[in-house]
């Protein structure tokens, strides 16, 4: 192995097993052996190919291990809340800057103790979102397949119990980094990758309308949640400046296209604004906004470390339940955000040091 790997023109993490199959042929990889290393760097967490397997020529093995590197993160911090026990880490790649990872622990069903890991895709994020920690960052690079793979691999050594899903909801909006996100879903699912259900992992977007679509043309088997917090267009442009991009219509469009080529029901998440976005009217003009249009609405508390917005009280929030149930009349779950007392809840992740 090379002693500086981020020089190597070939990272493992960094490449599907087909495509480590296409740069490695001319060594005399085969594709079996392509998913055979794969299999070895990714499910059994080598951080050096093998010296030796059944019926490979050693210095087969010996070429391919010039030729690629296994890169790693740096563990900076990790941060266990007590209240709850999601995990925050702080990792660094490539670059200065460092980004974080959320372990969420599904914990609820003694018999299947499994957790989430909710991944960065970007360190910062140019979309500005008012009420999150990392659009007030603006943005500072795109996370490449690599870094993105390895925060899932990182927690899952790190962890009693195994993990079972991939949210794409932490720094950055990952369709804007959508080559490198997708390859990376990529690696996750496959058997010979981190083998996650491609229904368990999604892709979290606030509305890049031109990648929905091609999001939507390539049939990726991903689950695909939109964030879109207010469906009334002046108050969404003051909170989610890309409204001012790809204004509702549009994106509303690109949403129905997307129902209509999978038939799947679509989730829209909805950021708990006190006072702003949990008006009857609010849940009027989302009714009307999708009409006849099969959604799931996912409620979740702001988490705004400035304080200057805040969650809905209870009764707050029941009456705008009661609203959505009256006005939409589709399912409507409030997602717990945990792990706010470590600063790991939805919107705050801003590439610090665990408090």
Same mark, same amino acid.
């Given at each position: 192995?090379? /002693? ?12 599907? !097993? ?29 951080? /050096? ?6 019926? *490979?020529?050693?210095? @087969?093995?010996?070429?391919?291990? =010039? ?38 622990? &599904? ?28 659009? $007030? ?46 390859? !990376?879903a990529e690696i996750l699912a496959e058997p010979c990758?981190? =083998? ?27 689950? &695909? ?20 991009? %790809?204004?509702?219509?549009? &994106?509303?469009?690109?949403?129905? /296209? %997307? ?19 949990? $008006?009857?009217?609010?849940? $009027?003009?989302? =009714?009307?906004?999708? !009409? ?9 508390? *702001? ?13 707050? @929030? ?5 609203? @959505?149930?009256? /006005? ?28």
């Open positions: 192995m090379h /002693e500086t790997p981020w020089a190597c023109p070939i990272l493992f993490k960094d490449h599907s !097993a087909t495509e480590l199959h296409a740069q490695l042929a001319s060594l005399g990889v085969t594709a079996r052996l392509a998913r055979r290393l794969q299999a070895a760097v990714l499910r059994g967490g080598a951080t /050096e190919l093998p010296r030796a397997l059944p019926e *490979v020529p050693r210095r @087969l093995l010996e070429r391919v291990g =010039a030729a690629t590197a296994i890169p790693r993160l740096t563990l900076l911090d990790k941060a266990v809340s007590p209240t709850d026990g999601f995990a925050k880490y702080l990792f660094r790649g490539t670059g200065a800057e460092p980004f974080e990872t959320v372990r969420i622990p &599904l914990l609820h069903r003694p018999e299947d103790p499994k957790y989430v890991v909710c991944v960065s895709s970007q360190v910062g994020c140019a979309l500005g979102c008012v009420f999150c920690a990392t659009g $007030r960052m603006g943005f500072k690079r795109n996370l490449a397949t690599w870094e993105i793979v390895d925060q899932v691999m990182q927690v899952r050594d790190d962890s009693p119990h195994p993990v079972r899903g991939v949210v794409f909801m932490g720094m950055g909006e990952p369709l804007l980094n959508y080559e490198r996100v997708m390859r !990376a990758g981190l =083998a996650i259900d491609g229904k368990a992992i999604t892709i979290s977007t606030v509305g890049v309308v031109p990648m929905i679509r091609r999001y939507t043309a390539e049939r990726r088997p991903y689950r &695909l949640v939109v964030s879109l917090t207010s469906a009334i267009s002046a108050q969404r442009r003051e909170l989610l400046p890309i409204e001012d991009t %790809h204004p509702l219509p549009e &994106l509303m469009d690109a949403i129905r /296209e %997307h129902h209509a080529a999978t038939g799947k029901r679509i989730t829209l998440a909805w950021t708990l604004l006190s006072g702003i976005n949990t $008006r009857p009217e609010d849940a $009027r003009a989302l =009714a009307e906004l999708t !009409a006849g249009l099969p959604i799931r609405l996912d409620l979740i508390d *702001v988490n705004d470390a400035t304080g200057q917005f805040q969650p809905p009280s209870r009764a707050e @929030l029941d009456a705008f339940r009661d609203a @959505l149930s009256a /006005e939409v009349g589709m399912p409507v779950a409030r997602r717990y955000s945990g792990g706010q007392d470590i600063h790991g809840g939805c919107g705050m992740l801003a590439g610090k040091v665990v408090p």
